[in-house]
């Protein structure tokens, strides 16, 4: 018999691993996932708010089906994320595509409803060239306003050790090309209106930065008075490990908000705007559930080596990002703790769990309760860019399987991929 007082938890690791087969699987939490859009979707904003997934994060078609259901709409970043974001029951109205392609796609989806924010002025050319002598074409523009912000050098919007963003980012238009006048010819040229502005300075990015990129941005829309929209793009902080703060939307978006305030008392216009977070909704809501597979000793280090690794998250060894990682014993009465390295399956010295934080070049201990073979190990914070970057069949593991788990239930959302799947397209 249930008891009615106590509400009925999710199913355990070792259910979800015998209905996926075995581990390692990433699994999701549904409640979380609608949690974190309720609070996106409660961004203030003075004159109308559109909340877009950057679905880069984690594009597995229940997660964008569940965004979806909330009114989420899409920020894809490919011609094929548009595709998949179709496939999941959005409309072409509610994607906007900031790629960096210049593929012959693009005008088919725009002619269909797709927003494109051009990234560079070649590809605001082409898009000149495709709607020449059409009126009434519309288009954003993607802006690099000359700063940057991030977790690491590289999620920063510009890549380099010591200066962040802006001149190092290859990414949006260039402020000089508005100073020197060079969008504008284009525009002129091929009568482009310009609806939206749209900029995005990197992931992970600091609060006290938001106000700031706000104003910085809408200056760009006093070149256009044909503007309605800012994007401000995703980037808000989330803290995966104890000790770091998740920025607080609230109030990060009460500093936003005066900005687009003192725009309309300086201009008169009432610009919209637009967040696309992909951290910020899915990150705290996925965790990867491995095993500890072997235990190996050395003169200086112990190593619990997991059945997953850089193939399914490729954070670690990538940026130096710290995930939580915690054992969970499948027998035994209490154990003690022990500093250890925690490495992934794969033959590679950077296959690491546990870098030092920010260094994917050095060995980083971790106090974790003392494992035995078999054991599982669970890495929190595993809900963006996680199964999203997996490297795709590295020493030729299969990508691991998803599941969406909630109060008293779960289910699998995408298979284990097979071994046969990895070949099919040789010949
Ligand atoms: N919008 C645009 C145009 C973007 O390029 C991105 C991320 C986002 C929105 C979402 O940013 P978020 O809210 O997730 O920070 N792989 C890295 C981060 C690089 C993301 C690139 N663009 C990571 O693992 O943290």
């Known amino acids: 018999m249930t008891n009615p007082s106590k509400p009925p938890s999710p199913p355990s690791s070792d259910a979800l691993a015998s209905s996926v087969g075995r581990t390692p699987f990433f699994a999701y939490s549904k409640e979380g996932l609608s949690s974190s859009a309720d609070q996106a979707l409660s961004f203030p904003n003075p004159y109308g708010l ?35 974001a179709l496939r999941a029951g959005y409309d072409y109205e509610d994607i906007s595509l900031s790629t960096q392609e210049l593929s012959e796609e693009f005008k088919g989806l725009v002619e269909k409803g797709v927003k494109l924010n051009c990234c560079s002025l070649n590809q605001l050319r082409a898009y000149g060239e495709a709607f020449k002598g059409k009126k009434g074409f ?20 510009g890549f380099s050790k010591t200066n962040v963003g802006g001149p190092t980012s290859s990414f949006g238009i260039w402020v000089g090309s508005f100073t020197d006048g060079s969008i504008q010819q284009i525009i002129e040229k091929y009568g482009i209106e310009v609806e939206r502005i749209h900029t995005h300075i990197g992931s992970g990015s600091d609060p006290e930065i938001w106000k700031s990129v706000a104003v910085k941005s809408l200056e760009f829309a006093e070149y256009f008075d044909t503007v309605t929209s800012l994007n401000l793009g995703g980037g808000y902080k989330v803290g995966r490990n104890p000790g770091e703060v998740s920025t607080d939307l609230q109030e990060c978006g009460g500093t936003v908000k005066t900005a687009f305030e003192d725009f309309e008392k300086k201009t008169g216009r009432k610009i919209k705007l637009e967040i696309e977070p992909g951290t910020f909704l899915t990150a705290n809501n996925g965790a990867l559930v491995t095993r500890v597979q072997d235990i190996v000793e050395t003169s200086d280090y112990k190593f619990y080596k997991l059945d997953a690794g850089m193939t399914d998250i490729l954070r670690p060894s990538l940026y130096g990002a710290i995930h939580p990682c915690t054992v969970l014993p499948t027998s035994g009465a209490d154990r003690e703790k022990e500093e250890v390295v925690i490495v992934g399956h794969c033959c590679e010295s950077g296959d690491l769990m546990t870098p030092l934080p920010g260094d994917p070049e050095a060995l980083g201990k971790r106090e974790v309760t003392k494992a035995e073979i078999g054991d599982y190990c669970v890495i929190d914070g595993s809900g963006a860019y996680c199964s999203a970057m997996n490297t795709k069949n590295y020493n030729s593991f299969p990508e691991a399987a998803e599941v969406m788990v909630w109060e008293g239930g779960g289910e699998v959302i995408r298979k284990r991929q097979t071994v046969e799947q990895q070949w099919e397209n040789e010949i």
């Open 50 to 84: 559109t909340v877009r997934y950057a679905m880069k994060a984690c594009p597995t078609l229940s997660i964008l089906k569940l965004f979806h259901s909330k009114g989420i709409k899409i920020d894809a970043s490919s011609v094929h994320e548009v595709e998949r």
């Open 138 to 157: 519309k288009c954003g523009i993607r802006i690099n306003p000359g700063v940057g912000s991030g977790g690491f050098s590289k999620s920063t919007t």
